[in-house]
């Protein structure tokens, strides 16, 4: 892959905490396995990795303290965040809407980096990953979207988030290891 990617975690810094997210929390921490993975390769190469994140209704954090919460107070995805713990070089930015574009500084982030290809993952698919989607195709970044990269709470919203992807967004929805090893030529 000649173009310049930046991998976007999306909203993986989680407490998952809220309810019903014993429905979510084992399929994403499967996909954060195939994130850590990907974020491993995109380093080595010196790509970004740009960690776009709820801020959880506290307009006063940083996302360093969105971590530090997580962590330091055991909630049920600690395992994830320090799975996907941020290094200094990585980019985040808090997001107050589903989109990661609304609102917030991603796209001028992105275009000062001068990214094309954009490398979607997280939770959940069909909510914040799909409008974050959505958002990245109308500015006209091409999207990669490792189907094992996302998670959603149910298998018939994994299989929409899925086809929505592919037919009207375009995305490249190949699996992590592929995209892996199109990624280390």
């Known amino acids: 892959m000649k173009e310049r ?3 976007l975690i999306i909203d993986m810094i989680n407490p998952f905490d809220f309810d019903d997210a014993d429905k979510l929390l084992p399929d994403a921490k499967n996909c954060a396995k195939a994130i850590a993975n990907l974020k491993a390769i995109l380093r080595a190469k010196e790509w970004p990795i740009i960690y776009v994140n709820d801020n959880y209704g506290d307009w006063q954090s940083e996302f ?11 909630l ?3 395992p994830i965040a320090k799975l996907l713990a941020p290094d200094t070089e990585d980019y985040s930015v808090l997001k107050p809407q589903f989109s990661g574009f609304f609102a917030s500084p ?7 980096l001068n990214i094309q290809t954009l ?3 997280g939770v959940v698919g069909n909510m914040c990953v799909e409008f974050t989607a959505n958002d990245a195709y109308m500015r006209d970044y091409q999207l990669l979207i490792p189907k094992d990269g996302f998670a959603c709470f149910t298998e018939e919203e994994y299989d929409a988030s899925l086809n929505h992807f592919t037919t ?5 929805v190949s699996s992590s290891k592929e995209l892996q090893k199109r990624l280390n030529r």
């Open 5 to 7: 990617c930046a991998l």
């Open 64 to 74: 360093t303290q969105v971590y530090n919460h997580i962590v330091n107070n055991r």
């Open 76 to 78: 049920p995805g600690a």
């Open 106 to 112: 991603l796209d001028m982030l992105l275009r000062e």
């Open 119 to 121: 490398i979607l993952t």
């Open 168 to 172: 009207v967004l375009k995305a490249d």
